[in-house]
Every structure is written in structure tokens, then in C-alpha cells.
T-cell receptor
Framework: QQQVKQSPQSLIVQKGGISIINCAYENTAFDYFPWYQQFPGKGPALLIAIRPDVSEKKEGRFTISFNKSAKQFSLHIMDSQPGDSATYFCAASTNDYKLSFGAGTTVTVRA | ETGVTQSPTHLIKTRGQQVTLRCSSQSGHNTVSWYQQALGQGPQFIFQYYREEENGRGNFPPRFSGLQFPNYSSELNVNALELDDSALYLC?????????????FGPGTRLTVL
């Protein structure tokens, strides 16, 4: 069974807009929640990650919001740029480095 | 670049054959994990090696096996290939116990089974 559920499957945003991707998890033992960005023909690259002791983490235009009680976390991409067009995966793991990934969200930024 | 390389880039095999995929991690990375990414899906955890020993396996049959070598390289072997094995195979490495949890992914090997 899929341990991390991700939505939406795809989204289109105008340049300068905000992209929001949501994930939900079941395993309360998860304590590490990274987001990966993947371009066609490339491996996933770590974008930003959070641990459950904080509710929000911001790095540049990327922000993770984390709701431990709801077992949900989300990625916000502010001021979206055409270069942000990619597939984004949320993931979760315990301290064993074995990642459970969501199904992915394809983001298209229109100029 | 992540410093993790994989070979070959692409591979075509026929059903029933065997395949070996290779991964070269960064120096000092004592933990390597392998993932299978089917088209349009997220990566699925196959297994992990820590200091040359298998350290956990996902929901994959025994015909998926691996090795990790002292020089920070590793292999994924798949026997009796099936059509559903067609996927992008990714390896990811890290230093277990280090202050960072970052896993570095290679570019993957695209396997096509005909």
C-alpha cells in the first residue's frame, strides 16, 4: 500500500504564480519529510526537507508546511518560473534512509 | 551534480534474461539504496546496503539482488526478467549516522524488457 499520498497529479501555473502540492502520510514513525525535484531523464534532486519538530521551513522560493496532527505536509513554490517546470515528489522516512515516495506532481509553468 | 554515477544509461533486454546495473557512490557513503521508478510513478524502494550487508528490502521478489563493494560501488542484479521490470532504476547514497539525512541520487538506468 502507498504510504504517502500526493496530490494533485499535475498542475499548470502562470509565471509568477504560486504552486501548491499536498501530501499525506499514515506511518506516525516517519520523522523526515523531503521534497525532490526531477527533470526528464534525470534522477531526483533534493529540494528541501523538514522534520516534524517544526511547522514550516523556507528556502528561497520554496516553503514546506507541516501539520503533524493531520499527518499532512505541503510544498509551496512562490513566484513560479518556467525553469521550475518539473515533476515534484514528496517522500517520508524514519531514520533508516528508506524513502517512501508519493506518486509525483507534474508542474508546468506557463510564461 | 550529485557525485553518484550509474551505468549503463539505457539497456534493452528480453524476457527471461538477467541484468546487472551498476552504481558508483561518493567516497565515504556507506549506505546505498536502490529504487525502481515505473513510468509516471514515484520511486519504489527495492533494498538498501549498509557497509556491504543488506539492510532491509521492500516488496520485491528474491530475483532482485544486490551487492555493495568496499570502493563505494554497488550492483543491482535482476534474474528472470519480466515485462513489468521495465523501469528507471535509481541508486541513492548517503553517510549513515552523519548530521545530514540527504540522499544523493544517480541519474538512473532505463531498463526496457521486451
Amino acid at each position: 500500500q502507498q504510504q504517502v499520498k500526493q496530490s494533485p497529479q499535475s498542475l499548470i501555473v502562470q509565471k509568477g504564480g504560486i504552486s501548491i502540492i499536498n501530501c499525506a502520510y499514515e506511518n506516525t514513525a516517519f520523522d523526515y519529510f523531503p521534497w525532490y525535484q526531477q527533470f526528464p531523464g534525470k534522477g531526483p534532486a533534493l529540494l528541501i526537507a523538514i522534520r516534524p519538530d517544526v511547522s514550516e521551513k523556507k528556502e528561497g522560493r520554496f516553503t514546506i508546511s507541516f501539520n503533524k496532527s493531520a499527518k499532512q505536509f505541503s510544498l509551496h513554490i512562490m513566484d513560479s518560473q518556467p525553469g521550475d517546470s518539473a515533476t515534484y515528489f514528496c517522500a517520508a522516512s524514519t531514520n533508516d534512509y528508506k524513502l517512501s515516495f508519493g506518486a509525483g506532481t507534474t508542474v508546468t509553468v506557463r510564461a | 551534480e550529485t557525485g553518484v554515477t550509474q551505468s549503463p544509461t539505457h539497456l534493452i533486454k528480453t524476457r527471461g534474461q538477467q541484468v546487472t546495473l551498476r552504481c558508483s557512490s561518493q567516497s565515504g557513503h556507506n549506505t546505498v539504496s536502490w529504487y525502481q521508478q515505473a513510468l509516471g510513478q514515484g520511486p519504489q524502494f527495492i533494498f538498501q546496503y549498509y557497509r556491504e550487508e543488506e539492510n532491509g528490502r521492500g516488496n520485491f521478489p528474491p530475483r532482485f539482488s544486490g551487492l555493495q563493494f568496499p570502493n563505494y560501488s554497488s550492483e543491482l542484479n535482476v534474474n528472470a526478467l519480466e515485462l513489468d521490470d521495465s523501469a528507471l532504476y535509481l541508486c541513492a547514497s548517503t553517510i549513515a549516522g552523519h548530521s545530514t539525512d540527504t540522499q544523493y541520487f544517480g541519474p538512473g538506468t532505463r531498463l526496457t524488457v521486451l
